[in-house]
Structure formats: C-alpha cells, structure tokens
C-alpha cells in the first residue's frame, strides 16, 4: 500500500516530459512508476502537470525595512552602484535590520516563505549579510535557523553566511579579521551549511575574499560567491580556484571565467530577476551552452535589486530576459539548483528522489511559465504529502 498516487500525470521526470503516467509515492519519496497500485490517496492527474518542487538556490529573505524609494530613484536614472555609495543599498537594510529584535524579523521572513511556498518553492537557500557585527549576524543566523526547524514539514531552508558589505567607517583589513573569527563561532554553533562572499567594486576584493573562502573551507563550510555581478573582477576564476559549490549573478563573467567554472564543477547561478530591476543585460549565455555548463536560476529576492520571490517568475524572467528555452528554465529551477545547494535527492522525480512535487493545471511544461497570471498551481507535495491544494 503506498501513501498516494498520482494517476494519468503528464510529469518531467529526468530532464524528460512523460505523459499519462502514475506515480506512487511511499515514506515521502517517488516510488512507483507502475500502473493499477494501490496507495491511501488518488490524485487523479489527467489534465495535470507534475513537476519536482521549485529549488531556489539564492535568496535574501530575512531583513527589515523597505527600499521602495530605491526603486522608485532607479526609475528615474540613478544606478544600483551610486545609491549604494550614497549610503543607500546595503546599508540602509543592515540599519533597518538591526533595529528590530528576532521576533520581528522572524514574524517578517516567515510570511514571505509562505508567499515563496505558494508559488512552488519547496527548498529555499537564505542568506544572512543585513548584520555585519557578529551580534547582529548572528541574529539573522538565529533567525534563519528557527524558520527552518520550525517551517520544516513545509519547506527545506539552506542557511548561509553571507560577507555582503563594509560599513563606511570600518577598517576593511579589521573587519576581514572580524569575519574570520566569526566564522569559527558560527562552526561551533553549527548556524549555517554554507559561506558566501559578495566579491566585486562596491563590496569585498580579491584578497579579501579569497581569506575569508580559505578560513570558510578550513573550517569545512561550503562555499558560495557573489561573482562578476557589477564589473569582471575574476570573481569566477576565484570561485573556480577555491572549488565552489556556485558562483551567483555572472552577469560580467569573463569566458576564462566561465571555462574555469566548468573545469571546476562550480554551478553558474543566474539571477535574471536581478538584471530585470537593474536593467542590466544577460551573461554570456551562449558560452554557457557551448560549454554545456548546466546553470541554475535563483530569485535573488531581497530588498534592493530583486523583489521577486517566485521561481515561477524567475524562470520566465532566464526565458525572456536571457533568452532561455522552456526546458533550459525547468531545469535551472529544480534538478540543476539542487547541484547549486549540492544537494542529491530533490529537483528530479526519478525514483528514489524526494517527493517534493508541483502538480499544475495544464499539459506541457511550457503552460507553467505562458500561463504566468494565471494560478494553476494545484497541489503542492512537501516530503510526499500534499501541504497545499488549491481550486
Ligand atoms: O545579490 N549583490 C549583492 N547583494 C544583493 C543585493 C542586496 C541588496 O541590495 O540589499 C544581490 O543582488
Ligand atoms: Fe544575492
């Protein structure tokens, strides 16, 4: 007897669009593929789409405050970099976030999982970076920490350091310092899986980056970076040479960038949601192809360049924005963001893989991006049981 069935699904199952299959699922994993089972539950499918739970590998969801002025100073010319040399940016987020205690923070990042989790999101990377000071780092770190025991049996969340800025008025080689020595507390608090590092011209250098990813992979963290996003600081080539698990944005990578990526095994994350409200344009995508680099997308959301939450839109976002194809954007939001947060078991429904499961109205793949106002999402499957179900 298996726990459910999903009958007559057309599904994507390993890079593959099958029609009118069954699905059985057992102990929270995919487990059948026959015909005739019998299970405690029957979605019947026909007219549906099954696909693997959306993966977003990079997010920035906790935080306080709001930066809708930034947007709205954009759209009259000002640019990313300029607002945060101003003051602006970063800056004014870690001011926000260190003024609210835990429970507010909490309360805040919590509502904007759920909105995540209704539109598909079943694992969700989150970084810290709005603290600075080791207090207020650590408080995200709680905080993020708490959503993820605490959301578990409706979302997987992935914590991770992030090294985003350097106040104004700290001495950079002082604060490097600091870091490093945060990062062996964090390790002994066991706060967070992965260390990223916001490397480039209004953030962290080469030299600086590189001693912090060095003590991070010491200390047996994985690593993450911020890569080539405003200018082609080599970022790539670094995450490259210190064997990163991703390397985010991309948007300046070098083609030397990008073969060391793939020499590397390091998985491109593209963020198009970000180079839509910044009104940047797309990485070298056509390099990535030839290179058959197998890149993932994520949201990016946080509250400067990207207010988007959705893998839904993101994914529509790679396939306008950076001229993707359907199958190219599927797979960047599931079984290759699962390679962005080294995971093994999500992001496909082959057997034996979690089930972890988007079921849509409609009946190909591309319906999920084309219907884009449209909320065809049905049902949604967290550790194979149904969290949600929708008219
Ligand atoms: O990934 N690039 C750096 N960090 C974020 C932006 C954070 C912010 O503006 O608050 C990003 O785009
Ligand atoms: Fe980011």
Same mark, same amino acid.
């Given at each position: 007897m298996y726990d459910l069935v999903i009958k007559n699904v057309n599904a994507y199952v390993g890079r593959r669009v099958e029609e009118g299959i069954d699905i059985g699922i057992s102990d929270g994993k995919v487990a059948s593929f026959s015909k005739n089972i019998k299970a405690r539950r029957i979605i019947e499918g026909e007219g549906l789409?099954?696909? !693997?739970?959306? $993966?977003? !590998?990079?997010?920035?969801? +906790?935080?306080?405050? /709001?930066? %809708?002025?930034?947007? =709205?100073l954009r759209a009259e010319g000002a640019r990313y970099e300029d607002i945060a040399r101003a003051g602006g940016g970063i800056l004014a987020t870690v001011k926000a976030t260190r003024t609210v205690g835990k429970e507010v923070l909490y309360y805040l990042s919590k509502q904007r999982i759920y909105t995540a989790i209704e539109q598909g999101t079943t694992t969700m990377e989150i970084k810290s970076g709005y603290g600075l000071t080791q207090e207020a780092e650590f408080k995200m770190l709680e905080v993020i920490n708490l959503l993820?025991?605490?959301?578990?049996?409706?979302? *997987? $969340?992935?914590?991770?350091?992030?090294?985003?800025? $350097?106040?104004?008025?700290?001495?950079? +080689?002082?604060?490097? /310092?600091d870091i490093i020595r945060m990062l062996e507390k964090i390790k002994e608090k066991s706060l967070c899986e992965f260390v990223d590092v916001f490397m480039d011209v209004i953030a962290f250098n080469k030299d600086e980056t590189e001693r912090i990813l060095t003590k991070a992979k010491e200390l047996g963290f994985?690593?993450? #970076?911020?890569?080539?996003?405003?200018?082609?600081?080599?970022?790539?080539? #670094?995450?490259?040479?210190?064997?990163?698990?991703? =390397? *985010?944005?991309?948007?300046?990578? %070098?083609?030397?960038?990008?073969?060391e990526l793939k020499? %590397?095994?390091?998985?491109?994350? @593209?963020?198009?949601?970000?180079?839509?409200? @910044?009104?940047? %344009?797309?990485?070298?995508?056509?390099?990535?192809?030839?290179?058959? @680099?197998d890149f993932a997308i994520g949201s990016d959301f946080n509250p400067g360049s990207s207010f988007?939450?959705?893998?839904?839109?993101?994914?529509?976002?790679?396939?306008?924005?950076?001229?993707?194809?359907?199958?190219?954007?599927?797979?960047?939001?599931? +079984?290759?963001a699962a390679k962005a947060i080294d995971r093994e078991d999500i992001g496909n429904l082959e057997l034996g893989f979690k089930a972890d499961v988007v079921i849509f109205k409609g009946n190909s793949l591309e319906e999920f991006f084309y219907n884009i106002s449209f909320p065809v999402i049905k049902y949604i499957l967290k550790h194979g049981r149904v969290i949600r179900e929708y008219k």
């Open positions: 789409f099954a696909l !693997p739970g959306l $993966i977003d !590998p990079h997010t920035h969801t +906790v935080f306080a405050g /709001n930066r %809708s002025h930034e947007f =709205a993820k025991t605490d959301m578990s049996d409706e979302i *997987d $969340i992935v914590p991770t350091f992030l090294a985003h800025a $350097i106040d104004s008025d700290t001495d950079r +080689v002082k604060y490097v /310092n994985k690593l993450k #970076l911020h890569a080539d996003e405003i200018e082609d600081t080599s970022a790539s080539i #670094l995450a490259a040479k210190m064997k990163a698990v991703s =390397a *985010d944005h991309l948007l300046k990578a %070098s083609k030397q960038g990008l073969e020499e %590397s095994g390091t998985v491109p994350v @593209l963020l198009p949601a970000t180079a839509f409200f @910044l009104k940047e %344009s797309a990485p070298d995508i056509s390099y990535m192809r030839r290179l058959a @680099l988007i939450l959705s893998q839904r839109w993101a994914g529509l976002m790679g396939i306008q924005l950076y001229n993707l194809t359907v199958q190219e954007a599927i797979d960047a939001i599931t +079984v290759n």
